[in-house]
T-cell receptor, first 114, second 109 residues
Framework: IAGITQAPTSQILAAGRRMTLRCTQDMRHNAMYWYRQDLGLGLRLIHYSNTAGTTGKGEVPDGYSVSRANTDDFPLTLASAVPSQTSVYFC?????????????FGPGTRLTVL | GQNIDQPTEMTATEGAIVQINCTYQTSGFNGLFWYQQHAGEAPTFLSYNVLDGLEEKGRFSSFLSRSKGYSYLLLKELQMKDSASYLCAVRDGDYKLSFGAGTTVTVRA
């Protein structure tokens, strides 16, 4: 069982370029999330999706967009990358049900915008 | 907004006990999670508390006091592999997780 996969593992990107970070889960989880992790700030929610076909904005959505065409995939797009988007990006998923509803995280994508 | 505070760093000796405190002020409360994150890796789930009291899982225990907005993670019989960051996260009234900045625990031989 792969769980959650993310691609690429790392990327160096020129400012102004468009970039899509991929996330795929095979657990048939309803909910998926994108976070960024910066030193001293912890994980911050960018966008989320409670179920296929729906998305919502998190704490830091500006400059990012997402789509959820099916249950398994939840890509994150940076339309025009800026240096402040240099970060480690984690995708997560949960089944969206029950009290515990634990989130499980992918391995992350380390993005550097120059 | 959400406010979740935990110490930045802690150091302890192998075999000892360490307690990581977390205080929070959030809009609504629907549970508190602790995650472990080794350097360069993804966070992994450790524990969940939604009612007051202590939850024990092997060498790790987590405590919650909702009235005080307080939790702690207790790590017993520390091992070198326990060197990692420990993240406190609160699920708010909208069922979204807000994370603290994390506590880096270093275990010395």
């Amino acid at each position: 069982i792969a769980g959650i996969t993310q691609a690429p593992t790392s990327q160096i990107l020129a400012a102004g370029r468009r970039m899509t970070l991929r996330c795929t889960q095979d657990m048939r989880h309803n909910a998926m999330y994108w976070y960024r992790q910066d030193l001293g700030l912890g994980l911050r929610l960018i966008h989320y999706s409670n179920t296929a076909g729906t998305t919502g904005k998190g704490e830091v959505p500006d400059g990012y967009s997402v789509s959820r065409a099916n249950t398994d995939d939840f890509p994150l797009t940076l339309a025009s990358a800026v240096p402040s988007q240099t970060s480690v990006y984690f995708c997560a998923s949960s089944d969206g049900q029950g009290d515990t509803d634990t989130q499980y995280f992918g391995p992350g994508t380390r993005l550097t915008v120059l | 907004g959400q406010n979740i505070d935990q110490p930045t760093e802690m150091t302890a000796t192998e075999g000892a006990i360490v307690q990581i405190n977390c205080t929070y002020q959030t809009s609504g409360f629907n549970g508190l999670f602790w995650y472990q994150q080794h350097a360069g890796e993804a966070p992994t789930f450790l524990s969940y508390n939604v009612l007051d009291g202590l939850e024990e899982k092997g060498r790790f225990s987590s405590f919650l006091s909702r009235s005080k907005g307080y939790s702690y993670l207790l790590l017993k019989e520390l091992q070198m592999k326990d060197s990692a960051s420990y993240l406190c996260a609160v699920r708010d009234g909208d069922y979204k997780l807000s994370f603290g900045a994390g506590t880096t625990v270093t275990v010395r031989a």
